[in-house]
Structures are given as structure tokens and as C-alpha cells.
């Protein structure tokens, strides 16, 4: 019963959790008595009863909320109903009838869920930020998940339930991000020279500069700041940050171990520098610097609350490879390397005489916790005498003893930073390969005769069904060492190319275009002017019946005159 309930409550409070196009919620607790409110809204006799006035925004606009009352009741019977009223945005008055009533939420101490929408009135759900569908495909299920979740695993997955933007207003970091997305995005992606995915990279920076940005505004208001915060990024890669918030009116710089291409692009007003960190010793952060950023920053990452604490600034760091001082870090508690690490960082900054705090983002990366180091009220003797603990210092003499290769600090090596790159293999090797594969499929007999179908209702080759283990059949000793050299190898590749092979349980086929799209239910798309055609079909080119889908449905094109490229 009490994880049912727990379920309810995020739903209640918590909404983004699980619809994810919420970015924020405020929530009000109304008295039986105020505005006229019944006690009980239904026929079942209410023993208690509590009301939630909620204010809700979406990440696509800022500008507006919707509004909804919760009532919350408990009855004689085992269990506890929950019912969801929209209300007037414009209207300060609470409505509780059964004409605003949209659904309900019933459970019972068996942890069952039963979904009950309000059909009476056509316009039910006109005006209301969910949708019938998506409540009732989606919600119950959703609900199940969360309740399933046992209370003594909470110490050990603390971080994956911590809510994102924690530190900050949602309200401000969607506006700012929604600006920054609305002025740079497009403008990056089209004339991103890097061969990463610039819509990653693009999106991901933008998120964390929202964040920042957010954080600095809520600084000045606290601590009355006329002068905007200046920073410098250790290890800052593509150097896409410091260009976003030198734009935004930030000074600041960026420096790392080599330069990259998309630097050449930003222009001399983004201070951008290869100059490796050697130390403490060698070191000097400039004198008016107030954040250090440390996003991805590997090697750099522990050496930050320590460059922080000696520079009398604050510092933001997104911990992701997991290095100590003076090489790989290794964990010492039962938990995930990433948990154990994050502890020890936290561990590191309390050292260094910071409160710091950590939150999560919302940007598209599996490592999204950050650590923010405030400015700590305690002395170093203070803490230590509180905490029994050691300083700063002796930890890394410690951690330099430790180490029997390292005793201090050496940077990454740019011939090893230039080394992956070399053995990138090239596009048209990999597309050769890719087709040898493809070939070898097409050329063997069907293993499933159910996917040998084409938009006409007419037999289409498919092709055979491989095992992962089985393609040393396909490919010889030399092919099979130089695909070893590709980040990720043939598995990777093959997932690359997702437009022609299909990959479940370590089975690969050729993908069937019609029975996909069929399952998706785009094959209403008539129009080929509907979308962007910048690939030609690999099946158009290589299969002797062509592609199982007409030129009109195919999102790939069928001969040159079929590409759209804007």
C-alpha cells in the first residue's frame, strides 16, 4: 500500500518524472473549507480528504502553465482514490464538479491500478495537457513500474530517483534553454566540421550552459552580484561551452590538451587554448577567475576542488571517466564504480573546504550528475577536527605514495590523444564491408518466410539470419583485425547502420522497411516532400527486387533525382 502511495505521490508532485515533457510543478495544498470545497466529490464516503492545486509547465513553453486540482481520498474501503479536475488557467477559482472531473486513479493495498476516465462530456479533455490516449496506454503501467520499486534500494539507486534541476528554477533553465536552442542549434549543427554527432554535442552543451547560466542568475540574486561570473573550462574539448557562454556576455576561456577543428569556427572573441595542466605547482589560474568547469574533464576532475580551493573560486564539475590524481581510479565500497567515484569526489570536495552539492541535468548523457563547490563557512582546522579526517594535502601525498609508477601528476600524452583517430577507419572501407555483409545475407536462403513481404503484398527476399558468432563466415582474418580497430567493432558498425541491418538478442538480419514501418504506422506518409531525403537506399541500389517500399514511402532515396536535401 505504502508503495502504491509512494507511486501516486510522484505522479501527484512530481509529474516530469514520468511524463517527460514536463520541466516543472508547483504544488498547493488546499483546505476542505476554502473556496467552498466538499468534502467528498463522489458517492463513496470519504474519511479523509486532501486537495493539491498544481501549476504545471512544459519545456516548449515557458510562458504558459495548466492548472489542476488532485483530491486525494481515502475511504472506508482498503485503498485510495485519487481524482484529477482541470481548471480555467485564467480563473483563481477552484472548480470540483462532474463536469471538470477529466479522470481518476484508483488502487488498493494490492498494488493494483485502475485507470477511469471521464467519457460523460465530449469536451473532457479539450484544453487538458495530457491526452486520453497517452493516459490510458501509458499511466497504469508507468505507475506499476514505480510502486515495483523496493524502499531498501533506495541507497543504492539514490541517484538514478534524484530529480533533475534540483539546484536551480526549472522555470528559468527551460526559458534559457529554449533561447539558446531557438539562437544556436541550427546554426552549429549545419556547419559542425567535427566527425562526431553534432546534435549530441550540440544539444548536451546547450543544456549544461542553461544550467550554468541558471545557477549564476540564482548567485547574483543571492548574494547581490552587479558583475557577471567569470570562468575558465579545464579540459574543455570541442571548446562548445565556452563559446556559448562567451556569447551569452561571460568572460571566460577553455583550455585543453589539443585544439580541435570547430575551434577555427567561433571566432577571436572565444578564448580558446592548448596549454596541458602539469600540476599544482606549475599552474596559476588567473587571478580573477570564479568558476572552474570541469564537463567530462577525466584526468583533470579531482584536481579541480584543489585548483578551486587554492584560487579562492567555485567550481561545477560533471564526473565521468573515473580518475584519481595520479592515475584510474579504484573503487573501495559495494556499488558501482560511477557511485563509488562520485562519493569520493564529494569526499574531495569537503576536503577542500566546499559545501558542495550535487544535482542532476537534463541533457542526453548517461553521466548527468554535477557537483557544485560553494564557498564553505568552516576553517580547514574546523572540518578536520569535525570530521576526524586528514587534509587535502596529505590525501594526495597519500594517493602519491600509493601510486608506484606516478608520484606526481603527469598530463595525457598528445601522440595517445592523437592515436585513436589514426585507427578510425574510413567511410568507404566501412561501406564495403557493409555491403559484403548485406550481400552475404541476400545471397542465402530465408530463415523466416513471414518476413518476406514488400508494401504490395508481393514475396521479398529477406535474406538469411545470422548470429553474432557466426560472422567469421562472412568476413576474413585481415577484415576482422581491422574492424577490431574500430571503436566498438563489427557490433558497432552493424548498429550504425541501422537502415539496412536489424539487431535483437545478438541476431542480425536485413531490416524489412515495410513491416517497420507498418508496426510504427507510417506508412500513411504519402508524400516523399514530407521529409528530407539525403541517403540513397542502400536496397534500391543492392537488392534485385529493389526496396520493399515505393519511392513515395521509402525515407531513403530511390536514384539520384530522389534526393531532398534541404
Known amino acids: 500500500m505504502e508503495s502504491s502511495l509512494g507511486a501516486i505521490n510522484v505522479w501527484i508532485y512530481r509529474p516530469q518524472v514520468v511524463f517527460k515533457k514536463i520541466a516543472s510543478v508547483e504544488c498547493e495544498t488546499i483546505k476542505n473549507t476554502v473556496d467552498g470545497l466538499p468534502i467528498h466529490i463522489n458517492s463513496k464516503i470519504a474519511i479523509d480528504c486532501n486537495y493539491i492545486s498544481r501549476k504545471i509547465w512544459f519545456k516548449t513553453n515557458m510562458d504558459e502553465f495548466h492548472r489542476d486540482i488532485v483530491c486525494l481520498i481515502k475511504t472506508d474501503k482498503p485503498g485510495i482514490l485519487c481524482e484529477f479536475f482541470k481548471q480555467d488557467e485564467d480563473s483563481t477559482e477552484h472548480r470540483i464538479d462532474k463536469e471538470s472531473l477529466v479522470y481518476s486513479i484508483e488502487f488498493n493495498d494490492s498494488n493494483m491500478f485502475r485507470i477511469m476516465l471521464n467519457h460523460d462530456n465530449d469536451d473532457t479533455f479539450s484544453g487538458y495537457f495530457i491526452s486520453s490516449e497517452w493516459l490510458e496506454e501509458n499511466l497504469a503501467r508507468k505507475l506499476l513500474k514505480l510502486a515495483k520499486k523496493p524502499d531498501e534500494n533506495l541507497d543504492k539507486t539514490f541517484r538514478t530517483k534524484l530529480t533533475p534541476l534540483q539546484q536551480i528554477s526549472p522555470i528559468s533553465y527551460y526559458e534559457i534553454y529554449n533561447e539558446l536552442k531557438m539562437k544556436y542549434s541550427v546554426h552549429l549543427i549545419d556547419n559542425w566540421p567535427e566527425c562526431t554527432n553534432p546534435r549530441k554535442y550540440v544539444y548536451e552543451d546547450i543544456g549544461i550552459a ?26 574543455c ?29 567561433f571566432g577571436d572573441k572565444v578564448r580558446l587554448e592548448v596549454k596541458p595542466f602539469s600540476g599544482l605547482n606549475e599552474y596559476q589560474l588567473p587571478a580573477d577567475c570564479d568558476w572552474i568547469i570541469g564537463n567530462h574533464s577525466d584526468e583533470l576532475t579531482p584536481w579541480i576542488p584543489v585548483v578551486a580551493r587554492r584560487s579562492n573560486a567555485k567550481y561545477f564539475i560533471i564526473p565521468c571517466c573515473a580518475f584519481d590524481f595520479f592515475g584510474k581510479f579504484q ?12 562519493e569520493y569526489l564529494l569526499y574531495i570536495g569537503n576536503l577542500c573546504e566546499f559545501q558542495v552539492i550535487e544535482d542532476k541535468l537534463n541533457i542526453p548523457s548517461t553521466k548527468r550528475v554535477c557537483h557544485i563547490g560553494w564557498a564553505s563557512h568552516h576553517t580547514e582546522n574546523q572540518l578536520n577536527k569535525e570530521s576526524n579526517s586528514i587534509t587535502i594535502n596529505e590525501l594526495i601525498d597519500i594517493k602519491s ?40 545475407l541476400l545471397n542465402q536462403s530465408c530463415n523466416d518466410c513471414s518476413l518476406c513481404i514488400n508494401s504490395n503484398g508481393d514475396v521479398w527476399h529477406c535474406g538469411m539470419v545470422i548470429n553474432y558468432s557466426h560472422l567469421s563466415s562472412v568476413f576474413t582474418d585481415e577484415q576482422f583485425k581491422c574492424l577490431k580497430s574500430q571503436s566498438g567493432g563489427i557490433k558497432t558498425i552493424i548498429k550504425q547502420n541501422s537502415h539496412i541491418f536489424h539487431t535483437t538478442d545478438g541476431i542480425v538480419r536485413l531490416r524489412n522497411w515495410f513491416l517497420f514501418n507498418q508496426s510504427l504506422n507510417l506508412l500513411q506518409i504519402s508524400s516523399r516532400e514530407k521529409y528530407i531525403k539525403s541517403k540513397l537506399c542502400w536496397f534500391h541500389l543492392n537488392h534485385s ?5 515505393t519511392r513515395e514511402q521509402c525515407f531513403y532515396a530511390h536514384g539520384d533525382d530522389d534526393l531532398i536535401l534541404k
Open 545 to 549: 527486387q529493389g526496396c520493399c517500399l
Open 401 to 440: 605514495t600509493q601510486n608506484s609508477k606516478n608520484c606526481e601528476f603527469i598530463p595525457r600524452d598528445f601522440e595517445e590523444e592523437k592515436k585513436p583517430s589514426q585507427l578510425v577507419i574510413s567511410k568507404l572501407i566501412i561501406d564495403d564491408l557493409t555491403t559484403q555483409l548485406g550481400n552475404y
Open 237 to 265: 574539448g570541442n571548446g562548445l561551452l565556452v563559446y556559448l557562454l562567451t556569447m551569452e556576455g561571460f568572460k571566460g576561456e577553455g583550455i585543453d590538451i589539443r585544439s580541435r577543428k570547430i575551434w577555427e569556427t
Open 210 to 235: 542553461a544550467y550554468l547560466l541558471s545557477l549564476w542568475q540564482r548567485e547574483s540574486i543571492e548574494f547581490g552580484l552587479s558583475k557577471k561570473q567569470s570562468f575558465i573550462d579545464f579540459g
Open 331 to 342: 573503487k573501495t565500497a559495494n556499488r558501482s564504480q560511477y557511485q563509488d567515484y562520485l
